[in-house]
């Protein structure tokens, strides 16, 4: 069994926990996610199973988009409705430019600073387990980009917003500035993925649901990236993860046989030629050294 299965996880759960409900499901041991959601989160969980797993470096840098609703007034430790009070303060009054021209300043590149309750590893420990014994840690900063925000809703010293961002990027710590450059402080309520790249909320389904009638093949899964279908010499060099010379000028493509089966992902090398990055067809199926 192998492709992807787009999950519209629910709130109360771990990415993780999903992930063995899945093998249990399908009597799959090769199973896992792309792109951790946070237990109080719910939506978009990409799962890939069996070689669906071997798609994820290549989705790595898909766009994600996400709905939250902050909460203004109130600081949690760990960001969302869950952790603990830290401080409140009050909420100066806001109108719908105003909050519009702060998340427009957000737009772009921007430096981040991963909350403390994250999956960041630290001298070999995740800093949400430092968190939870009381200790602190000094997290870097790291480069995210905000491609789009807007304002959904405001009422009742609340902001609902969607945002399009890039990989690593904490929305919780997205939220705590927003609040911050209003001039208050501020913590979700809730957050939704709606999107990660060609995968929708829309077409997910609940984890309890899933069958092997829920998979995407590996060719569905795949094909956001730009596709060269080869034949003859070329399908047979293909077939053995062998260097590819074709017309493209994409930095990353797939290539399909001439039954439209996934071959492989080839990247561009700098003479033009394409070199195999992971093969789909029997021996090939795996990382391709050459």
């Known amino acids: 069994m192998d492709g992807i299965i787009v999950i519209d996880k629910k709130a109360g759960v771990t990415s993780r926990e999903v992930d063995n409900r899945a093998k249990k499901l399908l009597d799959e041991s090769g199973v896992g996610h792309l792109g951790t959601l946070d237990p109080f989160a719910t939506g978009v ?11 994820f470096p290549f989705m790595e840098d898909l766009h994600k988009t996400y709905r ?59 800093a949400y387990e430092i968190a939870r014994q009381g200790g602190k840690v000094e997290l870097k900063p790291q480069t995210v980009h905000i491609y789009s925000i807007a304002l959904d809703d405001l009422s009742a010293g609340r902001i609902t917003f969607t945002a399009e961002v890039s990989r690593g990027t904490y929305i919780r710590t997205l939220g705590e500035d ?18 990660v790249g060609p995968f929708k909320c829309e077409a997910g389904v609940d984890i309890e649901a899933i069958s092997d009638k829920s998979l995407l093949s590996l060719e ?17 060099m293909a077939a053995q993860g062998g260097r590819l010379f074709l017309e493209s000028e994409a930095p990353l493509l ?22 195999c990055l992971r093969g789909f067809v029997g021996s090939t199926a795996r990382l391709l050294k050459s």
């Open 45 to 55: 969980l990409v799962l890939g199973v069996g070689r669906g797993t071997k798609l």
């Open 68 to 126: 939250a609703v902050l909460v203004l007034g109130e600081r949690k430790d760990t960001g969302e409705l869950s952790g603990q009070t830290l401080e409140t303060k009050e909420v100066p009054p806001l109108s719908r430019e105003a909050v519009r021209s702060v998340l427009a300043g957000f737009l772009g590149v921007i430096q981040q600073i991963p909350p403390q309750y994250s999956a960041k590893h630290v001298d070999g420990k995740r």
């Open 178 to 195: 927003i609040a911050a450059r209003l001039g208050t402080v501020g913590y979700l309520e809730s957050l939704r993925r709606t999107e």
């Open 220 to 236: 569905a899964a795949s094909s956001f990236l730009p596709t060269v279908v080869v034949e003859g010499l070329q399908e047979k």
């Open 254 to 275: 797939r290539v399909l046989s001439s039954s439209h089966h996934l071959m492989g992902i080839y990247g561009r090398e700098k003479g033009g030629s394409y070199r």
